[in-house]
């Protein structure tokens, strides 16, 4: 079992930063692939970023790349959100999946039954 909880959503403008965090406890989180997704309105589920146990690999999409930087620290997952754009508003969810073939893969994330309540990120033009 893995539980998870994130933090540190909220408002600002196109061009801010946010940092998510991610309260992650259970007797085997450390050994899951963490990361996050997110669900805007009216839109699909998105794989955003995902690290390694041990956080040594990390995997970011495409649509995030050189903006978003995932790492870890002890049971702490975070999510550094910089020069935002109106496009990342969504609701982001910390998620847990396992690895597979010694890799960890964004979507995966998506169909992970471990995840938490999501926090809202708002970035308005």
């Known amino acids: 079992q893995v539980q998870l909880v994130e933090s540190g959503g909220g408002s600002v403008q196109a061009g801010g930063s946010l940092r998510l965090s991610c309260a992650a406890s259970g007797s085997t989180y450390s050994t899951y692939c963490l990361g996050w997704f997110r669900q805007g309105p009216g839109k699909e589920r998105e794989g955003v970023a995902t690290i390694y146990p041990g956080g040594y690999t990390t995997e970011v999409a495409d649509s995030v790349k050189g903006r978003f930087t995932i790492s870890t620290a002890k049971n702490m997952l975070y999510l550094q959100m910089n020069s935002l754009k109106p496009e990342d508003s969504a609701t982001y969810y910390c998620?847990?999946?396992?690895?597979?073939?010694?890799?960890?893969?964004?979507?995966?994330?998506?169909?992970?039954?471990?995840w938490g309540q999501g926090t809202q990120v708002t970035v308005s033009s």
């Open positions: 998620a847990a999946a396992g690895v597979r073939g010694g890799h960890c893969y964004l979507a995966d994330l998506i169909i992970s039954t471990y």
